[in-house]
């Protein structure tokens, strides 16, 4: 018998120029896996900044995640949007 813990939740924090983990940081998400290549970011309080999307595509890639899925929500309406 053996046992497998597959990782499919994190959380992705945006942290200021200059600062790190510890630090405060900015902007934070729900991060699950979608598959070998891509995620989902969800459960954000605000839509991430354009200078915020950019720190996020540079993370994923670090990662080895080709695609990352935005997900909001205003209104009760879902919005989606890929960064690649």
Do not use: H, Q
């Not at 940081?25 to 950019?54: F, H, I, Q, R």
Request: aromatic content about 8%; glycine content about 8%; proline content about 2%.
């Amino acid at each position: 018998m053996r046992a497998e813990i597959e990782m499919i939740a994190g959380i992705i924090r945006v942290f200021a120029d200059g600062d790190s983990y510890g630090d405060p940081y900015v902007w934070v998400a729900t991060v699950k896996k979608l598959g070998e290549s891509e995620v989902e970011l969800c459960g954000m309080m605000e839509s991430p900044t354009l200078s915020m999307l950019k720190a996020i595509r540079k993370e994923c890639v670090r990662r080895g995640y080709k695609r990352a899925l935005v997900v909001t929500y205003k209104n009760d309406i879902r919005s989606e949007r890929w960064i690649e």
